[in-house]
């Protein structure tokens, strides 16, 4: 649950501060019309989303919802793929631009989604024990640290390719 909000955290973040750059993203998926408002509307969405995921507010509903948050984005990456030139990803800011490590990433998210439609949490994060907390807190950061260096690397090994 942690690994789920933190992610949509981040990405809400990064979207909200280079909305420009999404919008583009945007353009490219949904077309001009629609850009401009689900450039706020959808950062917006994921921090509910997180919320409602730490707040423990209906765990099958949320995680159902986060599930098909996912398989919307994947569908946007996608359509991303078939015009790379047109407008990168950039899910996460200006580093994430690869469609292929975005559908893997959403893929590893949607089976925790999956996981906890089949089995929720029970209630909000703030009632499980604090040892339990600090330990998935860490986890979930340093999952977002591990992608973020991942992707800030991504340029260091294609050009050691050439």
Do not use: Y
């Amino acid at each position: 649950m942690l690994v789920l909000a933190t992610t949509f955290v981040l990405a809400a973040i990064a979207k909200l501060r280079d909305r420009v750059s999404f919008e583009r993203v945007l353009v490219a998926v949904v077309g001009r019309s629609a850009a401009r408002p689900l450039s706020f509307a959808v950062p917006v969405g994921e921090l509910a989303l997180a919320a409602a995921l730490i707040a423990g507010v209906r765990p099958r509903a949320v995680a159902l919802l986060t599930l098909a948050v996912l398989v919307a984005f994947s569908w946007a990456l996608m359509r991303l793929r078939g015009r790379p030139r047109q407008a990168p990803c950039n899910c996460f800011g200006s580093n994430a631009s690869d469609p292929a490590a975005g559908l893997v990433r959403n893929a590893a998210l949607g089976a925790l989604a999956a996981v906890l439609v089949l089995a929720p949490h029970g209630g909000a994060a703030w009632s499980h024990p604090p040892a339990e907390l600090v330990a998935a807190a860490t986890l979930a950061l340093g999952a977002a640290c591990a992608w973020h260096l991942a992707g800030a690397l991504a340029p260091v090994r294609r050009a050691d390719r050439r």
